[in-house]
């Protein structure tokens, strides 16, 4: 097993105490921290990253016992699954997903603090985790406050992979509820062009749209949200209750005349003929112009 950390601002996130250009003490660091009473790691720092090589060919995959670790989450049953987990850990302390399943139980309870602590531990022994990573982002955007350390770990799993739509939307999202609106654009708008089939974005852009009080894109984004969510779930309610306020607010402040004025005024304008707007009873619907 091969473990490379880059020396980047990731690395010092996950090892706040070591000091940049340090190499004789990250290489002291890392030997400490990979030694487990089953192998002792050979480290290397060549150029801008580190390298550990742990032999592990004596551990067990524990791969039936992981997948009844998931399980007992799925039906809600986290005090086994932690005790299963921690088991697990014991007998494999190098398997990243057994500390990010963790980090989500603790998350799922309430408990960030613990979350945060059992997803460094994750990424310390796999940082191309890109659950963990966004696991990560989320907590300390929602969590935290802090959306400079929450983008260090977003940004990465970007650099794994470009068009990752979740991690996309994550950012999006989270800039958005921090009102920086034109960086969230931009991220939802690349979430989209990855994955056009996901419900989230749709609802992200429509609610920049609307605070922007682009009222027709909003309208187009939410209703493009409702036709990609096929699950009736909370964000389709969310999706239409967004979508109703939209239209009731359109009504109330009499958008459809303005727009009817604007029509109106730019035909006289071209034709250089008045126009004269009259109500008739004799159309069968509620609502018609012509």
């Known amino acids: 097993m091969e473990i490379i950390h880059q020396l980047d601002d990731l690395f010092y996130s996950l090892f706040p105490d070591l000091t ?39 551990l067990e995959s524990l791969e ?50 613990a979350a945060i602590n059992h997803l460094i531990e994750a990424l310390k022994w796999n940082n191309q985790n890109t659950y963990a990573l966004t696991m990560m982002g989320n907590i300390l955007f929602l969590h935290k406050e802090d959306p400079d350390t929450a983008l260090i770990y977003f940004n990465q799993v970007l650099k794994i992979n470009p068009n990752d739509h979740l991690a996309l939307n994550n950012i ?21 062009e990855s994955n056009p089939e996901f419900s989230n974005t749709y609802l992200g852009l429509g609610i920049i749209a609307d605070n922007s009080g682009n009222h027709k894109e909003a309208f187009d984004y939410y209703l493009a949200g409702l036709r990609h969510n096929s699950k009736k779930d909370d964000l389709f309610q969310k999706t239409i209750g967004n979508l109703v306020e939209l239209c009731n607010r359109i009504v109330e402040n009499d958008f459809g005349n303005s727009i009817i004025d604007r029509s109106k005024s730019d035909l006289e304008s071209r034709s250089g003929v008045p126009i004269l707007i009259e109500e008739s009873s004799d159309v069968p619907y509620y609502a018609k112009i012509e």
């Open 64 to 113: 039936m016992d992981y997948k009844r670790a998931i399980a007992l989450c799925d039906s809600g049953k986290f005090n086994d699954a932690k005790i299963l987990l921690a088991s697990l850990i014991e007998k494999n302390p190098t398997n990243s997903d057994f500390y990010r399943i963790l980090g989500q139980i603790h998350s799922e309870e309430g408990d960030q603090d």
């Open 172 to 192: 999006g999202s989270q800039l958005g509820k921090l009102g920086r609106m034109d960086e969230a654009r931009s991220y939802l708008e690349r979430a989209l």
């Open 20 to 58: 940049k250009g340090d190499t004789k003490s990250i290489k002291q660091a890392m030997a400490r921290y990979y030694s487990t009473p089953f192998f002792q790691p050979d480290v290397s720092v060549e150029n801008d990253r580190v390298i550990i090589h742990i032999y592990t060919d004596q």
